[in-house]
């Protein structure tokens, strides 16, 4: 999750001197961060320090982090003619920063952590673009679904070949697994899924999934609509803790050579040690005796966590 | 939903000169609001207009509504010790004032037109008294459930005991049916529902039961946990739209004698009119051939929601 920084001191000692945007928008600072967890706590791979709301600048919209209501999209989406309007992206150009920070955290990780690339999904991105900011009914997102249809088809095509592009972009520039995350997605009905959403995260994962190297599809909610999810594309389904790691994976039927990743409560690691512990085995042993599991959260890393929690998870996780 | 006056000009214009607490405490302003649907409508049933959280009043935890952040909990709960200092609660004298409501509303209804009480269900008042007011990721409730468990069930045991008689009381009043809200239970893992949730639910809806008249189980986000959920009780079982109405039915077992409620998106009604139209006969058409359906919203109506949407949908329900 990009979040990993949140929760060290070191990530917070540098936000004391950088906003957000800046720390993304400058290769070396965004490396620091991507770096950070890597050292610290020796986890299997690093994960880009980044925001999926970046493109954002090059589109047009506007963007700024407030400190308790997070991004905030200054020129929100709300009529179909926006759409149009919407200017095309180079991610080679537009977002050159992040792949230079790419190229930098490459250089420097050791040879056997592979960096991940990440962007966030067509549905997601155009929930904030659409909203403004965070939601919880997504309403606006909806409605714009529901009462403009082409609108919405038309912005969803064009941010699935932004992310998809930008993705494999990344992978160019050095990573070696990329990630798309769809963090709202479970917002929608199954029917809603196939409809207005399934068509554009397809694409947007063929786009990346021909830059050659493997990709990681996520969302949380998706329990209703995960074999659609994961007809999406994919070599990694991510799932959150709301479906038992097993049944999600057998739902992705029995013979796939689909890979899981997931999917711990990060409340969890808010708790106290046994029953985290309890908590991380009990992941363990739904995976076990199968090839492909990828331990990870089932959502961002909060930043009240305590790191040695972090930490004695990486260490149960490689075989403590 | 209880929210069902909201989007309504006449409730507006009440709210204009009275806070919500207000319409809530005064049992005549309350029946006024609870009646207002229902005349202009012509819905099947009231729903009584209450608040979920009215009983944090008699525990003594403070309740205030702001205009944007919606409640907010003045003295939340945030140490163990604090569960076994709430004071016990009598629903007949300290929420005497809702019981009068329903006795005004009884009185005031067309014989034909039966009265549905409500409770907020145990976990979701939970996570308000732990949180102090609305969240994203519940991280103080399940931290305070993981961290806690010795006060978390003596505090769920409190609260199932005072809803489960709430509405008993409810339905003493003249209430002809009852229904539980488990508006957030939907953020727990399955595992989490089964062990910490679970047996209050039961216990509440058991305490309803015992009043004779038939009761409503409601939650939204409850896939993949959705036969425990259905198992801890309810003649009734309330499902959002993340689920098509046939597979739930399905999973409440084929020849179950179980009805269900469900389950258009809320947002829907912001739709275009066909384009609502054609959601509304999907989910009439999947609750087609089988007796037992009650046909509503997967979650509270939005305050935006055009009136003359509503009119439509309840018409097209009762067979236009």
């Known amino acids: 999750m990009r979040q990993a920084g949140r929760y060290l001191p070191e990530y917070r ?3 004391r001197k950088h906003s957000l945007l800046e ?3 400058k290769p070396d600072l965004a490396a620091q961060v991507t770096l950070q967890p890597v050292e610290r706590l020796r986890v299997d791979a690093a994960i880009l320090f980044a925001d999926i709301l970046l493109p954002f600048e090059p589109l047009g919209l506007g963007l700024t982090f407030a400190a308790v209501e997070g991004p905030q999209i200054t020129r929100p989406i709300r009529e ?5 309007d919407l ?3 180079d ?3 537009d977002l050159g920063y992040v792949l230079e920070a790419v190229r930098l955290v490459v250089r420097a990780l050791p040879a056997h952590v592979p960096l991940i690339g990440f962007a966030g999904a067509p549905f997601t991105l155009a929930s904030y673009a659409i909203e403004g900011g965070g939601t919880r009914d997504f309403m606006l997102t909806k409605r714009f679904m529901y009462a403009e249809p082409r609108a919405w088809h038309e912005l969803m095509r064009r941010l699935a070949e932004l992310v998809g592009n930008y993705l494999a972009a990344q992978a160019r520039a050095g990573a070696r697994a990329l990630q798309l995350f769809d963090s709202w997605v479970g917002c929608l009905s199954p029917a809603d899924y196939a409809t207005y959403v399934f068509p554009h995260s397809q694409r947007a994962l063929q786009l990346a999934a021909a830059a050659g190297v493997p990709v ?4 949380t909610g998706t329990a209703t609509f995960l074999e659609d999810f994961a007809r999406a594309g994919g070599d990694v389904i991510g799932v959150d803790w709301r479906i038992p790691l097993d049944v999600a994976w057998e739902r992705l039927g029995a013979d796939s050579k689909r890979a899981i990743q997931g999917n ?4 969890a690691l808010l708790a106290p040690r046994p029953e985290l512990e309890r ?3 009990d992941i363990l042993a739904r995976a076990a005796g199968r090839p492909g599991h990828i331990f990870n959260l089932g959502h961002g890393v909060l930043p009240e966590t305590p790191v040695d929690a972090v930490q004695a998870v990486v260490d149960w996780v490689h075989g403590g």
């Open 13 to 15: 000692e540098l936000r």
């Open 23 to 25: 720390l993304c928008h």
């Open 80 to 84: 179909a003619a926006q759409v149009l």
């Open 87 to 89: 200017p095309p992206v």
């Open 91 to 93: 991610p080679a150009t």
């Open 216 to 219: 990681i599809h996520f969302g």
């Open 264 to 267: 711990l409560d990060p409340v």
């Open 279 to 281: 908590r991380v085995r």
